[in-house]
């Protein structure tokens, strides 16, 4: 059974950067899509990145060109660079992953594997 964790949450001042790390144990993420997604207080759960098997990414409108996916040097990891963050991208992050066979989805209920989360809170 896979399992995933994530670590490298913290408060940021405006226009900070942090690196979010996903790791799974378990098995490697080769064969699964990889996404991030995020609760921010008050609102639902909603889409950030995803990574395909193959290196492919998407991105939300809402972090694209500040923030970046991509997989670790370790097959068991993923990561998320964010960058120039904003109050709005406090929330609680999450990494998810799908097998690969059943190709990209932006939608939270299609994952049926998920890490605890990592807090990220951006002050002004």
């Known amino acids: 059974q896979v399992q995933l964790y994530e670590s490298g949450g913290g408060v940021v001042q405006a226009g900070g950067s942090l690196r979010l790390t996903c790791t799974a144990s378990g098995n490697t993420f080769s064969t699964y899509v990889m996404a991030w997604f995020r609760r921010a207080p008050g609102k639902e759960r909603e889409f950030v990145a995803i990574?395909?098997?193959?290196?492919?990414?998407n991105y939300a409108d809402a972090v694209k060109g500040r923030f970046t996916i991509s997989r670790g040097n370790a097959e068991n990891s993923v990561l998320l660079q964010m960058n120039s963050l904003e109050p709005e991208d406090t929330a609680l992050y999450y990494c998810a992953a799908r097998a690969r066979y059943f190709g990209f989805s932006y939608a939270s209920r299609d994952y049926p594997l998920w890490g605890q989360g990592t807090l990220v809170t951006v002050s002004s």
């Open positions: 990574s395909g098997a193959a290196g492919d990414t």
